[in-house]
């Protein structure tokens, strides 16, 4: 029990600062995270639809947010970082 109410505090502790960060966004940033995040969830919510969020986060995340010029270990580590933010923001 003590392992699951510590795993509980710390996934609360990451919420909590991904909502700090969604906060600290600009405002025209933030309404495009938003609506992003809204269109995802509605093709994963599509009875039709086989991608899942960890797909769609495999697909979009390095389009989205990681710089341009970046090597592709690089791009291949934080594509892998950004789908378990993904899969934790569900």
Not at 36 to 51: A, G, H, I, Y
């Amino acid at each position: 029990m003590c392992c699951v109410d510590a795993e509980m505090q710390s996934d609360l502790k990451r919420l909590q600062a991904l909502q700090l960060l969604v906060l600290l966004l600009p405002v025209e940033h933030s309404t495009l995270l938003r609506r992003l995040l809204s269109l995802l969830q509605r093709v994963t919510d599509e009875p039709e639809n086989r991608m899942t969020a960890d797909n769609l986060a495999i697909l979009f995340v390095p389009h989205i947010i990681v710089p341009r010029k970046v090597c592709r270990l690089s791009l291949f580590l934080v594509g892998r970082c950004f789908k378990s933010a993904v899969n934790f923001m569900q």
